[in-house]
């Protein structure tokens, strides 16, 4: 049985295995990045990822032009404005057609007005759509009509009025209200403002969810979308997780084995070392449950890695089932749980021993390598 030089030496205080178990994790942390950074680059070169990528850009695109022929949306700079925009343009586009009815060009504001043409009613996104587009597509609708309604709702509302070709414009009374607040800034107008853009982003917000729901062209499409996104994310995720295991394998296995005594790069640093709890030398007896448990209390680090690389997509790419079966967001959950927990571990241990659960599961101790006796049994001289 070889002996630990070092199982005479002081227990590791708290405070620099804390700071040891922290360092890991930041460099697992950064190891795990650049792990995947390059077998993402690899993986962007692989056929069947390529083409599921080609599949969801296409969906994409289809998907886009549907909203776009609907006139709910358009596009700019690449991406589709949101019901807000749509919203606060078409107020605008109602604002200058009506008070073009009543009056003179020349007093109509070019500040406010300016680049903006009076709304038509080929314009109207609520009318094209439910008048026009739905009509037209009829067929396709699971559930068709819906003019009527929408119609209704604007007119109760006592801020529209029917025109002579069936659309809905503002009154008189509404366009100068909103005139006066666009121009002036009058409080006492804002309301009206508020009332008349809430009420026309939440008839198209309606539409919107028609045309997503009801539409089946969109429903086949956003089927083909989502299929190959979740194969994608399912590759990527799978990528991440094989990078999170290697970098797991470098330093909580080999580098332990290579360096001897157990030691992690931190240990080295903070002059620790890992002993067996019999004083034995750190072995493979002791690497492998070090190896495992390390591996689960630093199992978010995959979920954190891909917030950092990805944003909010990062959510929905550790949210998939890899596998079909391993949601990456509960383990994180696990992990975190059992970090917290093995921590909690080393404060109700003995005094004379001061475990985390994953040296007692390991059957190690931390020792301070700084201070020691030298044993003649190992004829060491270090220290």
């Given at each position: 049985?070889?002996?630990?030089?070092?199982?005479?030496?002081?227990?590791?205080?708290?405070?620099?295995?804390?700071?040891?178990?922290?360092l890991?994790?930041?460099?697992?942390?950064?190891?795990?990045?650049?792990?995947?950074?390059?077998?993402?680059?690899?993986?962007?070169?692989?056929?069947?990822?390529?083409?599921?990528?080609?599949?969801?850009?296409?969906?994409?695109?289809?998907?886009?032009?549907?909203?776009?022929?609907?006139?709910?949306?358009?596009?700019?700079?690449?991406?589709?404005?949101?019901?807000?925009?749509?919203?606060?343009?078409?107020?605008?586009?109602?604002?200058?057609?009506?008070?073009?009815?009543?009056?003179?060009?020349?007093?109509?504001?070019?500040?406010?007005?300016?680049?903006?043409?009076?709304?038509?009613?080929?314009?109207?996104?609520?009318?094209?759509?439910?008048?026009?587009?739905?009509?037209?597509?009829?067929?396709?609708?699971?559930?068709?009509?819906?003019?009527?309604?929408?119609?209704k709702?604007?007119?109760?509302?006592g801020?529209?009025?029917?025109r002579?070709?069936g659309?809905?414009?503002?009154?008189?009374?509404?366009?100068?209200?909103v005139?006066?607040?666009?121009?002036?800034?009058?409080?006492?107008?804002?309301?009206?403002?508020?009332?008349?853009?809430?009420?026309?982003?939440?008839?198209i917000?309606?539409?919107?969810?028609?045309?997503?729901?009801?539409?089946?062209?969109y429903?086949?499409?956003?089927?083909?979308?989502?299929?190959?996104?979740?194969?994608i994310?399912?590759?990527?995720?799978?990528?991440?997780?094989?990078?999170?295991?290697?970098?797991?394998?470098?330093?909580?296995?080999?580098?332990?084995?290579?360096?001897?005594?157990?030691?992690?790069?931190?240990?080295?640093?903070?002059?620790?070392?890992?002993v067996?709890?019999?004083?034995?030398?750190?072995?493979?007896?002791?690497?492998?449950?070090?190896?495992?448990?390390?591996?689960?209390s630093s199992?978010?680090?995959?979920?954190?890695?891909?917030?950092?690389?990805?944003?909010?997509?990062?959510?929905?790419?550790?949210?998939?089932?890899?596998?079909g079966?391993?949601?990456?967001?509960?383990?994180?959950?696990?992990?975190?749980?059992?970090?917290?927990?093995?921590?909690?571990?080393?404060?109700?241990?003995?005094?004379?021993?001061?475990?985390?659960?994953?040296?007692?599961?390991?059957?190690?101790?931390?020792?301070?390598?700084?201070?020691?006796?030298?044993?003649?049994?190992?004829?060491?001289?270090?220290?």
């Amino acid at each position: 049985m070889k002996l630990s030089a070092y199982r005479k030496g002081c227990l590791g205080k708290r405070g620099r295995k804390f700071l040891s178990s922290f360092l890991d994790l930041v460099m697992k942390f950064i190891l795990v990045m650049v792990f995947f950074a390059i077998s993402d680059a690899i993986l962007r070169h692989v056929p069947a990822f390529v083409e599921r990528q080609e599949e969801a850009s296409a969906a994409q695109e289809s998907l886009y032009r549907m909203v776009e022929d609907s006139h709910l949306s358009k596009r700019e700079e690449g991406r589709l404005l949101s019901s807000e925009e749509i919203a606060e343009e078409s107020v605008r586009k109602l604002t200058l057609e009506s008070l073009l009815r009543f009056r003179d060009p020349a007093e109509i504001s070019d500040r406010v007005y300016e680049d903006v043409e009076p709304m038509t009613a080929s314009d109207d996104p609520l009318y094209f759509y439910y008048v026009d587009f739905k009509s037209r597509e009829s067929e396709s609708f699971l559930t068709p009509g819906g003019a009527d309604v929408y119609q209704k709702e604007l007119l109760e509302t006592g801020f529209f009025e029917e025109r002579e070709d069936g659309w809905l414009g503002l009154t008189e009374a509404a366009a100068t209200e909103v005139d006066a607040y666009l121009v002036h800034g009058y409080l006492h107008s804002e309301e009206t403002y508020n009332d008349i853009f809430n009420t026309y982003q939440n008839a198209i917000l309606i539409a919107q969810k028609d045309l997503i729901g009801n539409y089946q062209p969109y429903l086949y499409e956003i089927g083909l979308f989502e299929t190959a996104r979740d194969e994608i994310l399912k590759m990527r995720g799978g990528i991440l997780l094989l990078s999170f295991l290697l970098s797991s394998l470098v330093l909580d296995l080999l580098l332990p084995l290579l360096l001897k005594e157990g030691r992690t790069l931190s240990m080295r640093i903070l002059h620790l070392a890992q002993v067996g709890v019999d004083g034995r030398r750190f072995g493979i007896v002791h690497a492998i449950p070090f190896f495992l448990l390390s591996l689960l209390s630093s199992a978010f680090l995959p979920f954190l890695s891909s917030l950092v690389l990805f944003g909010a997509e990062g959510v929905s790419l550790m949210s998939v089932n890899l596998l079909g079966f391993l949601n990456v967001f509960v383990l994180m959950l696990v992990a975190l749980a059992y970090l917290l927990l093995s921590s909690l571990f080393d404060l109700w241990t003995r005094k004379g021993i001061h475990q985390t659960l994953t040296q007692f599961l390991s059957m190690t101790v931390v020792r301070d390598t700084s201070e020691w006796v030298e044993d003649d049994e190992d004829g060491k001289s270090e220290g």
